[in-house]
């Protein structure tokens, strides 16, 4: 398992030009992480698999390869930890990834489905078939 030291003093390269997830984010998540992992969050593995954080770009930002990959590292860690304490089934485990997965995130950006255009009237939320497309000012 990894150390709450290791996570606090884990340094990511910032990126400016290119997209990276917002350092305030990451650094603010780091410290959620910690405080959970003292009070033996079971879900936090979960957790850290599942969170997503806000790209940026022209202002400082953490390289995004960089903090998935050790975010990965954490989880995987924890996981570890989890199963080797608690003794819990894997069933248990699938039902509640099942049940998690079931539930939306209200942060994550939805493709519109293909085959669909947004048309620019008064109405946006409102999909127009492909043959609509071409009358589209963009």
């Known amino acids: 398992m990894i150390s709450a030291d290791a996570i606090t003093s884990r340094t990511f390269t910032t990126v400016r030009f290119k997209e990276g997830y917002s350092a305030r984010e990451v650094d603010d998540f780091l410290d959620e992480i910690v405080d959970r992992m003292a009070t ?7 957790r850290i698999k599942e969170k997503t954080f806000s790209n940026v770009r022209f202002r400082e930002g953490y390289d995004i390869d960089e903090v998935d990959d050790f975010l990965d590292e954490v989880a995987r860690g924890l996981e570890g930890d989890a199963g080797a304490s608690t003794g819990a089934s ?7 990834a099942s049940a998690a997965a079931a539930i939306p995130d209200p942060h994550e950006t939805v493709a519109p489905e293909p085959g669909t255009s947004y048309t620019s009237d ?5 999909p ?3 043959s609509d497309a071409a009358q589209l000012p963009w």
Do not use: E, V
Request: aromatic fraction near 0%; avoid cysteine.
């Open 40 to 46: 033996g969050d079971h879900s936090l593995a979960r």
């Open 90 to 96: 894997a069933a248990s485990a699938a039902s509640t």
């Open 122 to 126: 008064a109405n946006l939320a409102a």
């Open 128 to 130: 127009s078939s492909d």
